[in-house]
């Protein structure tokens, strides 16, 4: 009986815990479900035979190392920065690792050890990064096919609320994990365009924001996602003179969020004594408030709006003015601003949310510019059976199971999916869980 260890049963774990499940009797597999929250973990297994529970710290070896060792195969949906622990422990006990988080410095500093081993440190294998990477990758090997010269790609991607469950005028609620919204962008952002290398700082990461248009669902605003340009040699188009991977919010998100970051409730940093103190107090320090006047007053001013302005009635809605009491103890900006936003922005357990993908190339075929666009729009059934739990976790328990059946011959190394040993197949069979490209060419 062959095992497969998942870390991680939060938000996105669902889809990848029940497939893996589904799957087990018929090719004789034991799942073991990890997590520091039992209660996460039970929720998502549900007494299931062929079930294992486990609660860990993903950084004690004495409680982790052993799981990895059990199994045959490890599929981590932790945070981004606890993958390399499992990675440690993969690597030791050569076993194949799938995550569905962006590459980091420490995981590909292990890439020449992983090929020595002859293991696979499957990266990026969710959503976006995940199966951006194989449906561009995908396109651009058949552009190749015909001879044709790529010289532009523009990929955007967005995890949004339904039109049928939006109902607040943010145009957004939580659809995964809500810390990495508050610190979307904190990096700034790096693409090309034209020719010319754009960086782009967080203060103006959400300024003046530029639209996109995508069938059935209208006009979408977008902002560029991390750096662009490391991703120029992986998907082999030498002669591209744009290239930008960016992330779709409905427009009024992007203005309002661009309001916070000026008023600075953003900021990590800032870590201050919180108690005995309100919203409406914090934000009013934050901004320079004297007390002279109202403070909505003070804000608009700051912000250079009306105070009648469609922001202005975003940030009332948030609750930012409000003389509630703020979490006791010492917080900075960012996580105040977050407990706010876990509140307002929360999924009623009947919401649905969407999922929004869709790149544009051009490219030169006989002398002639062609244009071509492939879109995804998919929205999930409810809050726990979610669109996003469905793009990010399926595509990884796919690739596991093609592993562990000898379907696919693993390639070897920290890599992320952009060889068609592991697009082709996994893209197939997503195609036949509804996610689904759709493709014109003007």
């Not at 919401?351 to 006989?366: G, I, R």
């Amino acid at each position: 009986m062959q095992t497969i260890l998942i870390a991680g049963a939060g938000k996105s774990s669902i889809y990848l815990i029940h497939y893996l499940l589904s799957n087990a009797a018929r090719n004789k597999w034991k799942v073991i479900v990890a997590d520091g929250d039992i209660k996460s973990v039970a929720e998502k297994i549900n007494g299931h035979p062929l079930a294992e529970a486990a609660v860990i710290d993903i950084t004690n070896a004495d409680v982790c190392e052993p799981l990895v060792q059990r199994s045959d195969i490890v599929v981590s949906l932790m945070p981004p920065h606890l993958h390399i622990h499992l990675a440690k422990y993969c690597l030791k006990h050569r076993k194949n690792l799938i995550t569905s988080s962006y590459i980091s410095e420490e995981m590909r500093a292990m890439d020449e050890e992983v090929k020595k081993a002859g293991l696979m440190f499957m990266c990026e294998m969710g959503l976006d990064p995940g199966i951006d990477h194989m449906t561009a990758n995908k396109i651009i090997h058949s552009i190749h096919k015909v001879a044709g010269m790529i010289i532009s790609f523009k990929s955007y991607c967005g995890g949004l609320i339904a039109p049928e469950s939006d109902n607040n005028p943010w145009h957004y609620k939580f659809s995964w994990n809500p810390k990495n919204v508050i610190t979307a962008g904190f990096g700034g952002a790096k693409y090309l365009d034209n020719g010319n290398h754009i960086d782009v700082p967080y203060e103006e990461m959400f300024l003046n924001n530029k639209t996109i248009d995508v069938a059935g669902v209208g006009a979408l605003a977008y902002y560029p996602n991390r750096d662009s340009l490391r991703y120029l040699d992986l998907y082999d188009a030498p002669d591209i003179n744009t290239f930008l991977r960016a992330t779709l919010r409905y427009p009024d998100f992007c203005t309002g969020w661009q309001a916070l970051i000026d008023l600075g409730l953003t900021n990590q940093e800032d870590v201050a004594d919180a108690t005995g103190r309100t919203y409406a107090s914090w934000l009013g320090a934050k901004t320079g408030f004297d007390g002279t006047g109202k403070l909505d007053a003070h804000i608009a001013k700051c912000l250079k709006v009306n105070a009648e302005s469609k922001v202005m009635s975003m940030l009332q809605w948030l609750g930012i003015f409000d003389e509630n009491a703020l979490p006791v103890g010492k917080h900075s900006s960012a996580d105040i601003l977050l407990t706010l936003l876990l509140d307002r922005w929360q999924m009623a357990p009947e919401d649905k949310d969407m999922v929004v993908m869709q790149h544009e190339f051009e490219y030169l075929h006989k002398d002639k510019q062609v244009k071509l666009r492939s879109a995804m729009v998919i929205k999930g059934e409810n809050r726990e059976y979610s669109a996003m739990a469905k793009t990010v976790g399926l595509p990884m328990a796919i690739l596991a199971k093609l592993v562990l059946n000898g379907k696919i011959n693993p390639p070897t190394g920290v890599l992320m999916p952009n060889m068609p040993v592991v697009y082709r197949p996994v893209l197939t069979e997503l195609e036949r869980h509804g996610i689904v490209f759709v493709e014109e060419v003007m």
